[in-house]
Structure formats: C-alpha cells, structure tokens
C-alpha cells in the first residue's frame, strides 16, 4: 500500500484485500472517503442527472465547430444525442447513432455506482491488480482508445450519420 492509505488506517488488520479486483478499509474519518470518492461521484453523477433529467434542446452546447467548417462530423459528434437516447431507454437508436458512447454510459453508471457505494458505506474502495494500470501498459491503453474513437468516427462517417 502507499503511503496515504498506511497514513489514513490506523490498523493493519482493518484492510481487507481482494487482489485481483478491488481493496477496501475504513478510515478513521468520513472526510478521507469524501476526499477521495466524492469528486468522480459528483462529476459521474451530474453527467447522468443531465441525460435523464435535462431536455437536450436546454443545453448550452455550441455546435460543432468541425461540422461547421469541414461539413464532416467531429469524432465526437452523436455523444450528447447518445446519451440522451441511452437515459431514455432508446438503446438501439443510441447503439446506431454512436456505439463507442454506449460503453461510455456504462463506463460512466459503473464509476458512479463504485464511488457512491463507497461513500454509502464509509469505506475506501482502491482498484486491485487487474484494474490498474501499470506504467509500461498506459500508452497501449492509449493506443487502445484512440483506436476505438477513429473506429466511431469512421462508423459515423461510412453510415453519413451528422
């Protein structure tokens, strides 16, 4: 463990260890469980909110600026519509509009509900071995994603979705 997790537990013992998966322990404040879940809950949280609660026509989205200059999308265009279909149950319009934005929204409710359980129960929840990244794999990780966003784009642009 680093050393911010032996400074906030006071007791060995209190850490219980699921190597391939996760770890948890309670410290010995709540603000070391909102200091360290309450932003990504908050920020996963709003996204969420916004799909489902917000009408997508009350956004303040400035339209693409790349559509508007080149006529082609942006390699994000379809997103925000996505999401919105996704909050109201039209999976397969999503699906076709932008496959990379469905496994966003589940990215997205997966981080919420892994840091809003934690601050539920007053436990540090730290990923184990199988979810970190470690320092020579990053850039495939990178290289993986990157891949993934040209393959949208290249989705959108063969399908002449805007």
């Known amino acids: 463990m680093n050393t911010f997790f032996n400074h906030v537990h006071s007791n060995k013992a209190d850490i219980r260890e699921y190597p391939l998966f996760f770890s948890w322990f309670r410290p010995s404040s709540y603000l070391y469980v909102a200091g360290y879940h309450l932003l990504p809950a908050l920020i996963t949280g709003t996204a969420l909110l916004l799909a489902d609660f917000v009408p997508r026509y009350f956004l303040p989205v400035v339209s693409c600026l790349f559509l508007r200059f080149t006529g082609y999308p942006c390699p994000f265009c ?4 996505s999401f919105w ?3 109201d149950s039209n999976w397969e319009f999503a699906f076709s509009n932008c496959p990379l934005a469905c496994l966003l929204y589940i990215a997205v ?3 919420f509900s892994w840091n809003t359980s ?3 129960l007053g436990i540090i929840i730290k990923r184990g071995k199988l979810l970190q990244l470690e320092t020579g794999k990053r850039g495939w990780v990178v290289f993986f994603f990157s891949a993934l966003i040209i393959l949208n784009w290249i989705y959108r642009l063969s399908s002449g979705l805007t």
């Open 78 to 81: 379809g997103f925000t519509r």
């Open 109 to 111: 409710i997966i981080v």
């Open 118 to 120: 934690a601050l539920m």
């Open 85 to 87: 279909a996704m909050a």
